[in-house]
């Protein structure tokens, strides 16, 4: 597929799809890595990764181009075009956009693990309660509240 046919392709989804044209230009974008496709704010021009077609097939460059799309419509009417908005979650669920941002890498970062609350301090007179990740010894803390004694729990971890 060349840009001729990626035009001619993405104008006739905005016709179909959107039921507007797409009045600007599109073109494949070799040096695309990490995205799917853009979406230029100045130009309304849109870029297309063309290893996304080679990788993923037609159906998903076509959910791509739906993604942009929503930005290019959206934006052009002055309306929420981020990926925030609802408006723009809205157009993307009812053409059948692809829902993964396609700006953000392919590679995902590991999630940090994040360290349970092992620990309870509980105050013996007004039964506040303090979770805590590392042991503390009860007897050097007061209770923030009511400067009452403290007493330690063990909490169960799933
Ligand atoms: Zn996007
Ligand atoms: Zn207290």
Same mark, same amino acid.
């Given at each position: 597929?060349?840009?001729?046919?990626?035009?001619?392709?993405?104008?006739?989804?905005?016709?179909?799809?959107?039921?507007?044209?797409f009045?600007?230009?599109?073109?494949f974008?070799?040096?695309?890595?990490?995205?799917?496709?853009?979406?230029?704010?100045k130009?309304?021009?849109?870029?297309?990764?063309?290893?996304?077609?080679?990788?993923?097939?037609?159906?998903?460059?076509?959910?791509?181009?739906?993604?942009?799309?929503?930005?290019?419509?959206?934006?052009?009417?002055?309306?929420?075009?981020?990926?925030?908005?609802?408006?723009?979650?809205?157009?993307?669920?009812?053409?059948?956009?692809?829902?993964? &941002?396609?700006?953000?890498? =392919?590679?995902? *970062?590991? +999630? !940090? %693990?994040?360290? @349970?609350?092992? #620990?309870?301090?509980? &105050?013996?007179?007004?039964? =506040?309660?303090? *979770?805590? +990740? !590392? %042991?503390?010894? @009860?007897?050097? #803390?007061?209770?923030?509240k009511?400067?009452?004694?403290?007493?330690?729990?063990?909490?169960?971890?799933?």
């Amino acid at each position: 597929m060349n840009d001729a046919e990626l035009q001619a392709w993405i104008e006739r989804i905005s016709q179909e799809s959107f039921g507007i044209p797409f009045r600007h230009r599109a073109r494949f974008n070799p040096r695309l890595r990490s995205t799917g496709g853009r979406y230029f704010l100045k130009s309304h021009d849109i870029e297309i990764n063309p290893h996304q077609l080679e990788a993923n097939g037609l159906d998903e460059v076509e959910k791509i181009i739906k993604h942009e799309l929503c930005h290019y419509h959206l934006h052009l009417q002055k309306r929420g075009y981020q990926h925030r908005d609802p408006e723009f979650k809205a157009l993307l669920a009812k053409v059948g956009g692809s829902r993964f &941002c396609s700006h953000l890498p =392919t590679t995902v *970062k590991p +999630k !940090r %693990r994040v360290e @349970p609350y092992r #620990y309870e301090l509980r &105050c013996e007179r007004c039964g =506040t309660s303090y *979770k805590r +990740k !590392r %042991r503390m010894d @009860p007897r050097k #803390y007061a209770c923030g509240k009511c400067r009452g004694r403290l007493e330690l729990f063990l909490l169960k971890t799933t």
